[in-house]
């Protein structure tokens, strides 16, 4: 005798069967479990080390959530160096990413407004003595709700993005968070150009 069964034989948990069937699988690039390995094998990768690719450990990540705003900030590091691997839904698609590669510019606290147009300074690589100007421009500003995600757990913020652009379509994003700013400078890549295994580590946020 079927304990479970209605006397129709439908079974009475059909429904909430039913209903997981129908939950929508996490897209692999979307909340990377911590402590999962990740292979860049880029351009600038390659360029950089005279290597095919390099092998970093993903050891914190942010996710930010605005209007029309859904970023995942992978913080990555090996024994020489951290970069971090950005992930961008584009709005208006189900499930499609834009996939981008960055550094920690600088972190410091907030003195004055950001302005529209922002000049960093660079050292020359065929000058010692010589400096390369790049010049950025405000593109827009999107507040966001932050999550900060790490082996301690997870911590949520209000901020806001501010987003630049130079005339090499190369990036900054600006994170203000509180009265400190973190500047990503980078650019986009390709889904081709990182391999993912992820970890069995649990303690990621859950969708």
């Given at each position: 005798?079927a304990?479970f069964?209605?006397?129709?034989?439908?079974p009475?948990?059909g429904?909430?069967?039913?209903?997981e069937?129908?939950?929508p699988?996490?897209h692999?690039?979307?909340?990377?479990?911590?402590?999962s390995?990740?292979?860049?094998?880029?351009?600038?990768t390659?360029?950089?080390?005279?290597?095919?690719?390099r092998?970093?450990?993903l050891f914190?990540f942010?996710k930010?959530?605005?209007?029309?705003l859904?970023?995942y900030?992978?913080h990555?590091?090996?024994?020489e160096?951290e970069?971090v691997?950005?992930?961008?839904?584009?709005?208006?698609t189900k499930?499609?990413?834009e996939?981008?590669?960055?550094?920690?510019?600088?972190e410091?606290?907030l003195?004055?407004p950001l302005?529209?147009?922002?000049?960093?300074?660079y050292r020359?690589p065929?000058?010692?003595?010589?400096?390369i100007?790049v010049?950025y421009?405000?593109?827009?500003?999107?507040?966001a709700?932050l999550?900060?995600?790490?082996v301690?757990g997870e911590?949520?913020?209000?901020?806001?993005?501010?987003?630049?652009?130079?005339d090499?379509?190369?990036f900054m994003s600006?994170?203000l968070?509180?009265?400190w700013?973190?500047f990503y400078?980078?650019?986009l890549i390709?889904r081709?150009d990182?391999?993912?295994?992820?970890?069995s580590?649990?303690?990621?946020?859950?969708?």
């Amino acid at each position: 005798m079927a304990l479970f069964n209605r006397k129709d034989r439908t079974p009475l948990f059909g429904k909430q069967k039913e209903a997981e069937d129908k939950k929508p699988t996490r897209h692999e690039l979307v909340d990377i479990p911590l402590e999962s390995i990740i292979e860049l094998s880029d351009i600038a990768t390659f360029e950089e080390i005279g290597d095919f690719s390099r092998t970093l450990t993903l050891f914190a990540f942010k996710k930010y959530e605005g209007n029309g705003l859904l970023r995942y900030m992978y913080h990555l590091r090996n024994t020489e160096e951290e970069l971090v691997l950005g992930v961008d839904h584009i709005a208006g698609t189900k499930d499609e990413y834009e996939i981008s590669r960055w550094i920690v510019d600088s972190e410091q606290e907030l003195s004055d407004p950001l302005p529209d147009e922002m000049t960093l300074y660079y050292r020359d690589p065929e000058n010692e003595d010589g400096e390369i100007e790049v010049v950025y421009h405000r593109q827009e500003i999107v507040p966001a709700k932050l999550t900060v995600v790490n082996v301690n757990g997870e911590d949520k913020f209000d901020a806001e993005l501010h987003e630049y652009i130079n005339d090499n379509n190369r990036f900054m994003s600006i994170e203000l968070c509180g009265n400190w700013l973190t500047f990503y400078v980078g650019f986009l890549i390709s889904r081709s150009d990182i391999e993912i295994y992820p970890s069995s580590v649990n303690g990621h946020i859950q969708s």
